[in-house]
């Protein structure tokens, strides 16, 4: 076998990346301070003599890729005021905060003020369709105007997304920064087509993940084996009822959680226009790495996950919630990159998102109806009437104990049927992804209410949240849930 021969070294004088000045070579720099600006732009900023070529390479790159996508807008037009509203979906759209005028209200007179107050207080595909709202919005001045048409370059969208990032937390976060660097930026610059489709084909591509990982999970029958031969779940009862509901996730029910994580806006109708822009134009590729931007982490895509779903531990001695479940369910078969290892945030390909994310959310499930007690013991507040010492009647708080049974309570729940029942345990899932503590107990409160109410408990499980980023997601999976829904037959083929 013949020996290869060893590298040759480059001339200290060499252009190129790799090619960086010896300090001996610096000593031929009379002035001092230009030795140490050309020795920093060299070794930290790596500005060394073949910048311009670099310069012109990235040029070409870019004139190679495909020109920004003409996008139709109608869909968006009624929306106007939400868009004047929402900082991240005038990001997700535009890439900059384009400029809105906001005076918040201020109307001219007390009648246009009255009337806007009387108007918020109607639903949202009420309000919309009320003439007067329009002109009212107009006054306020906080609109965004949408054209018919535009042309949008969404790879220069998600590069202004990630600088917005890297400006707030990288200068602090060197995986960030690396994260930046080595994967998002070559993939923006990529000659390579997005991927763009229908909401329709999404739902149906993310219905045939689910199935993968049900199939690999050896059924549902297989998911209720594990559950008891792991001792993951003991009591009978909260098996099936764990079953239940995990047989009911779809793929809609995930897009409508992907448009949670991503959009700030609590209008669903909006939210699902825009998601469907975003796909049609973006592409896949464009949701799939779309960055938190109010956290340091590397934190992105669809779903934003982060080293606490994949690929980390939330503890020394517990594992994120994806990969816990892979490893339970499918003996770790899904979180495989292809060459078969596993995958963390940094090396997470895009065609593992959605099964992530499902498997995340059968997680959750199965961790809640786990350690969801029989009973659950709290304290109601009732104001009631009394006569003090006058004889005069006055209002009076007194705490009363109270005994709920969840389990039970959620049994019967799903067996009558109930319509909002998968809507609230998607708004727990959507609460848990921040804040799993306070989520838990909003659903155990939640579920005291129905079993005293009914069904005029209600649907919204956000009011029972304490925590307010974990009640603000329950809010606006509530509203996703209730779009999707909407949305029309043909999405609905992916129907529970």
Not at 330 to 356: C, R, Y
Request: proline residues 5%; hydrophobic residues 35%; aromatic residues 8%.
């Amino acid at each position: 076998m013949e020996k290869k021969k060893p590298a040759e070294r480059l001339p200290e004088t060499s252009p190129g990346p790799s090619a960086l000045p010896a300090l001996e070579s610096l000593e031929r720099i009379p002035n001092t301070i230009d030795r140490i600006r050309d020795f920093v732009k060299c070794t930290v900023f790596n500005l060394c003599a073949d910048a311009e070529v670099r310069r012109e390479t990235k040029k070409a790159v870019r004139e190679m890729r495909e020109p920004p996508m003409v996008a139709d807008l109608a869909k968006l037009q009624p929306y106007h005021s939400h868009l004047g509203d929402s900082s991240m979906s005038r990001r997700l759209l535009f890439g900059a905060e384009p400029k809105v005028r906001k005076t918040y209200g201020s109307f001219a007179s007390e009648a246009d003020r009255n009337l806007w107050d009387t108007l918020m207080k109607l639903p949202d595909e009420l309000r919309e369709k009320n003439p007067f709202y329009r002109s009212l919005v107009a006054k306020r001045g906080d609109a965004v105007a949408i054209p018919e048409t535009a042309s949008i370059d969404f790879r220069q969208n998600l590069k202004s997304l990630w600088e917005y990032k890297i400006k707030k937390y990288g200068w602090r976060n060197t995986p960030l920064q690396k994260f930046y660097d080595t994967k998002i930026l070559p993939m923006i610059d990529s000659p390579k087509p997005w991927t763009r489709t229908t909401l329709e084909k999404y739902v149906a591509e993310i219905d045939a993940d689910i199935d993968e990982v049900v199939s690999e999970m050896g059924g549902f029958d297989g998911f209720r084996k594990t559950l008891r031969d792991k001792k993951q779940i003991e009591d009978p009862g909260k098996i099936r009822l764990a079953s239940t509901i995990v047989e009911q996730i779809r793929g809609r029910d995930l897009v409508a959680m992907s448009i949670t994580e991503v959009m700030d806006r609590t209008k669903g109708p909006f939210n699902l226009a825009l998601f469907d822009i975003m796909l049609r134009y973006g592409g896949k590729e464009y949701l799939a790495h779309i960055p938190a931007i109010n956290d340091p982490y590397v934190s992105y895509g669809n779903y934003q996950h982060t080293k606490y779903s994949v690929g980390g531990r939330i503890k020394e001695s517990s594992e994120a919630g994806a990969d816990a479940a892979d490893r339970v369910f499918t003996g770790g078969k899904i979180l495989k990159d292809a060459n078969g290892k596993s995958v963390n945030i940094e090396n997470f390909p895009i065609e593992l998102h959605h099964k992530a994310a499902y498997l995340l959310i059968v997680n959750n499930i199965a961790s809640a109806i786990s350690r969801m007690p029989e009973t659950f013991g709290y304290v109601e507040i009732e104001t009631v009437k009394v006569s003090d010492k006058k004889g005069k009647t006055v209002l009076k708080q007194i705490e009363k104990p109270r005994v709920s049974h969840p389990v039970s309570v959620l049994e019967n729940c799903f067996r009558k049927k109930e319509a909002f029942a998968m809507d609230i345990l998607l708004q727990y899932v959507a609460a848990a992804h921040n804040n799993p503590k306070h989520s838990y107990e909003g659903l155990l409160y939640w579920l005291a209410d129905y079993e005293k109410l009914g069904s005029k408990a209600g649907d919204d499980l956000g009011m029972y949240i304490e925590k307010a980023t974990a009640r603000a997601n329950a809010e606006r999976q509530k509203v996703n849930n209730h779009a999707i829904k909407q949305a029309g037959a043909v999405m609905l083929a992916s129907a529970r």
